[in-house]
């Protein structure tokens, strides 16, 4: 599993030959300038929630690449209706795709279009492959939920904000890591702008303190595991 960073909750992963996006939140995003999304390949793009922040690309990946929007039912009809395909899905089910097993897992956040349309509410992903398993969280706070996880499979990489005001901020990220149970945490949702800015050599430090180990990569740099 090869899991690269395009900025902001934007990620690019590739497992069992497939393709995935997550969240793609790039043309807006002047620190992802590098990442062309022209070039970035799709078979299917995972929607945790409808801002604006974590959809602004979606239509273009997937009328080029004809992916599919994995995400709750609200979000995937909203696309169906714009000619997109999609499997709509919801907390608590798992289906297995060729990629792996997904489960939509609980993130308290909210999730409503910027054209004001409701979005369902917010989700994480919980992805069972042959090549390891990963937790994507989501925009969320640190909630009770994440200890749900360690009772369904153990993780390689758990995938959690850190740039708070919006989300969790590292010290809740820290709590997350234990209830999820995994020490190797990919950091997102921190620096796009000026609400969630962090000090990155702090969170790391942070992180090691307890044993653990903060990734954070630079935008359109990845890591194999
Ligand atoms: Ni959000
Ligand atoms: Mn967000």
Redesign the pocket.
Known sequence: MKITYLGH?SLAIEINGKNLIVDPFITANEKAKNIDINSLKADYILL??A?Q??ILDVEAIAKRTKAKVISNFEIVNYFGKLGIDGHPMNHGGSWNFDFGRLTLTNAI???SFPDGTYGGN?AGFLLETKEGNIYIS??TALTMDMKLIPLQCKLDIAVLPIGDN??MGIDSAIIASDFVACNKILGY?YDTFGYIEIDQKEAISKFNKKNKDLILLEIGKSISI
């Open positions: 909750a945790t929630h801002h922040d974590h956040h909210t999730s917010p989501g925009d919006f989300t949702h």
